[in-house]
Structure formats: structure tokens, C-alpha cells
DNA sequence: CGTATCCATTGACGATCATCAGTTCAATTG
DNA sequence: CAATTGAACTGATGATCGTCAATGGATACG
């Protein structure tokens, strides 16, 4: 992180021209960044965040009348949230009999991770 | 990932009273899981995801107008995602004359990265 | 059957978000 | 000084979000 540079405009900026031409770019591709972004999105509350550590430290599956009582909140509010979490692709649901089981789905999280420690 | 259970009530039910008690708890306390959701936010957008990956790569400084031209937005509207990373504590910024540059700040990734790949 | 239980869905609310056009501010240049 | 330039700020608009009360649907039990 600790690299210097110059603190220059990358071109001469003649007057009446723009300053200068860049010279980064990314490397993410955008589908890279949507897709990363969109599980960053489900992550970025913190019931979500909880709510999938529970299930990461569980490896098997956790029922959602054990979830609700954890948070201060309506089981109608923890249900939207496991279902954002769902349709990012974060977990996936089981349902026996009257209970319905929650579980992180392998490698969902992979690519995020992947870039965060690159 | 792949550890059995049951999927059993953790306790049996008798009618008339809740399911179970809950047996999991979160690992990751409340205010760990607004810090790191915040981060997530933060990064719960393309263009800014696309931002950190640019300031990343080059782990020095880049100028304003050098990341403007790199998406299909309206300059103030680059300078609102460069100003929520900034708040979310990601980036820095550093004004030379005229030119602002921006940079990743060290660490600011670390704590959600670990988790992610814990 | 009828009733109780667990979970999901609906509809509503205020709050926050992403975006832009327009403007302001600071610094450089002539 | 005046003009120009890079970047941030303002205000507005439509979209999405988090939350709850109320409801609906399915399953189990007596």
C-alpha cells in the first residue's frame, strides 16, 4: 500500500482541454462488480450479516423459530430478510414439515471474498 | 460445509407453546456486524465496487478526472460514490492544487475480508 | 373435521439511495 | 484582476429499503 507515485497530472493539460487522458482501469468487469456488489448488498445490514454468521458457524440447518428469538425484531421482518439472503444466493431453505431450515449454500461467497483478500 | 444434523425441533413440542428454544447464537457481535454491514454497503454498488478495484490496483494515488471518464456517469455523481466510500472510511483523499486524488486506506477491508473468509 | 403452530406474503409507512442539472468553491493561468 | 478548470455541494426526483400489523397457506394434532 505504500507506494509512491507522482502527484502529477498524467498529461499537460493544455488550457482548454481536459486534464488528462486516463490511465487506470478497472479489472473487475462490470458483470464482475454487479455480481460481487449484489452479495455485498445482502451482507450490508446487520440482522443479514448475523443472520448468516448463525449459519456459517452451524454447518448444518437452522431452524427459523431458533432464528427469530436472536433478533429484536417481528419474525415477518427476519423472514424478509432470509429471503433477501435467499434470492442473492447467500442460503437456501429446506422446508420439513411445519419448520423450515435455513443453510448457507457453499461457495456462495467465494468470489467476494476472493477479490476483498486479493 | 458438509456436517449432518437433524432436522429435528430442537425440543419437543408441547401444544400451545413455541417451538424450541433457540440453540445458535450469533459469533459476531452486534456492533462487529454494523461495522463490517457498513463496509458491505459501501461496496454494494458497481461503480463504487469498481472504484476500490481501480484505487486497489494502483496502490497510489489517482486523480479524480482520471476515474471519472471510466463509467457512464455524470462527474458529481462519481464524486457522490468517491464521497460515501470516503465516509464508509474505505478511501482518502488528498487535494494537490487543483486535483484531488484518492486512495485506498490500509486495512479498511481487513475486518469484513477475514470474516468472509473465515 | 376444527384448531393450533410455523412460516411466508401483502400492503403500507417513512427513510435512505442513485442520479442528474445546476451551482459553488478553490486554485491555477493569462 | 478576470477567466478557466477540477471537484464538491445542493436540491430534486423516482426507486429501493427496513420495518411492522395483518393476513394467508400449509402442516400437525386432537
Redesign the interface.
Known amino acids: 500500500?505504500?507506494?509512491?507515485?507522482e502527484?502529477a497530472?498524467?498529461q499537460k493539460r493544455p488550457v482548454g482541454q481536459?486534464?488528462?487522458?486516463?490511465?487506470?482501469?478497472?479489472?473487475?468487469e462490470?458483470h464482475e462488480?454487479?455480481r460481487?456488489?449484489?452479495i455485498?448488498?445482502a451482507?450490508?445490514?446487520?440482522?443479514?450479516?448475523?443472520l448468516v454468521?448463525?449459519l456459517r458457524?452451524?454447518?448444518?440447518?437452522?431452524?427459523v423459530?431458533?432464528?427469530v428469538?436472536?433478533f429484536d425484531l417481528s419474525q415477518p421482518t427476519v423472514s424478509h430478510h432470509l429471503k433477501v439472503l435467499r434470492q442473492a444466493g447467500i442460503v437456501d431453505s429446506?422446508r420439513?414439515g411445519?419448520?423450515a431450515?435455513y443453510f448457507?449454500k457453499?461457495d456462495a461467497?467465494e468470489e467476494?471474498?476472493g477479490?476483498?483478500?486479493s
Open positions: 500500500m505504500a507506494v509512491d507515485l502527484l497530472p498524467k481536459p486534464c488528462c487522458e486516463p490511465v487506470v482501469y478497472p479489472d473487475v462490470r462488480a454487479e460481487m456488489a449484489s455485498a448488498k451482507l450490508a445490514d446487520p440482522v443479514r450479516l448475523q454468521d448463525v458457524k452451524h454447518a448444518g440447518k437452522v431452524c423459530c431458533e432464528l428469538p436472536l429446506e420439513q411445519l419448520w431450515y448457507v457453499p461467497l467476494l471474498s477479490w476483498l483478500s
